[in-house]
């Protein structure tokens, strides 16, 4: 007999808000600061990082050089680590005019591909996956760059690679293969940071889309948004079984990660890119930033340890 979920299903307290409507091209990357009580996103194909302070309203951008797409804050430093096109490096918002330098560039990369999602596990390392930047061959692989400035390849065989998350207790890793339209789980040791044991979770119904981004609440349920399905879901870190489904007015949404004072505000990003004039024209939201409350929290962002 299939087990049953353990855990409520959450709920939203109020609609979904489209909190900036920035037509991005490909939305992702979201960071909440604790710190700074601010939001980080980007726009990988437009090269660009935004920053939103919901209390205020600010919104600043800054523009790059190269593909930038996932975000950290660091444990003992100012500053940010980020993925750009071809690797790991540091970039600091105070300092504006100073270019990111490269932390680590991985040389075993086919020229084709770029680092896409990411996110630091609770010990501080950082994980940041590559894809073929045509989303076709299986030439993506998770790196892992550790505090000490070490960098190396785990899984591969990936065209698309998002996540990652990781279950309550850690135990747990979570990645989306999402080209072939589901998440798997490994067994994770985190005093190495090594994963094994590699298996299918979840696999999405015809019609839902394809898993992008994800993150961990703080009972432990998984959130999941949903590329080409138009919503996020909530899942049982156990069975896999969906709890909640948020809709959102755009079909392609990329990420999810909570926010706010209380970590009550799930934050959600989504793309334009690929959509034709007449699916534009029915998405006018497409790209934009969104926000939804809820009665359930989330957990805190890791931060690099570096």
């Known amino acids: 007999m299939k087990p049953t979920s353990t855990l409520s299903s959450p709920r939203a307290r109020g609609p979904v808000q489209c909190i900036w409507p920035a037509q991005a091209s490909l939305g992702e990357g979201l960071l909440w600061s604790e710190q700074h009580q601010t939001l980080y996103w980007v726009d990988i194909l437009q090269k660009q990082v935004h920053r939103l302070d919901p209390a205020s309203g600010a919104k600043h951008s800054w523009s790059f ?22 690797g790991f490096a540091e970039w600091d918002p105070a300092e504006p005019d100073t270019a990111p330098r490269y932390l680590a ?14 996110k630091c596990d609770a010990q501080g390392r950082f ?18 760059l550790d505090p ?28 989306n293969d999402t080209d072939r339209g589901r998440v798997l789980a490994f067994d994770y040791d985190s005093a190495t940071g090594t994963p094994a044991n590699r298996r299918d979770w979840l696999r999405l119904a015809k019609g839902d889309g394809l898993p992008d981004g994800m993150t961990t609440d703080a009972d ?14 909530c899942h049982d870190p156990q069975t896999a079984a969906e709890l909640c489904r948020i809709a959102l007015p ?4 990329t990420n999810c990660a909570f926010g706010g004072p209380d970590l009550r505000t799930l934050y959600i990003t989504s793309a334009r890119v690929g959509l034709d004039a007449a699916q534009l024209a029915a998405e006018p939201l497409a790209g934009a930033l969104f926000s939804v409350e809820l009665d359930c929290a989330g957990l805190p962002a890791n931060r690099f340890g570096g």
């Open 65 to 86: 050089d190269e593909e930038i797409s996932a975000l950290a804050e660091r444990a003992g430093a100012p500053g940010l680590v980020v993925t750009l096109r071809r």
């Open 105 to 118: 560039q991985p040389d075993t990369e086919p020229p084709t591909n770029r680092f896409n999602d990411g």
């Open 127 to 144: 994980w940041g996956g590559t894809m073929d930047f045509e989303c076709v061959a299986p030439s993506g692989t998770w790196w892992r």
């Open 148 to 175: 000490d400035g070490t960098c190396a390849p785990h899984m591969g065989g990936f065209a698309v690679t998002n996540g990652p998350t990781w279950s309550l207790g850690g135990e747990t890793m979570f990645v």
């Open 220 to 233: 432990g349920r998984l959130w999941i948004a949903h590329w080409a399905g138009g919503c996020v879901t």
């Open 250 to 253: 755009a079909s392609q949404i």
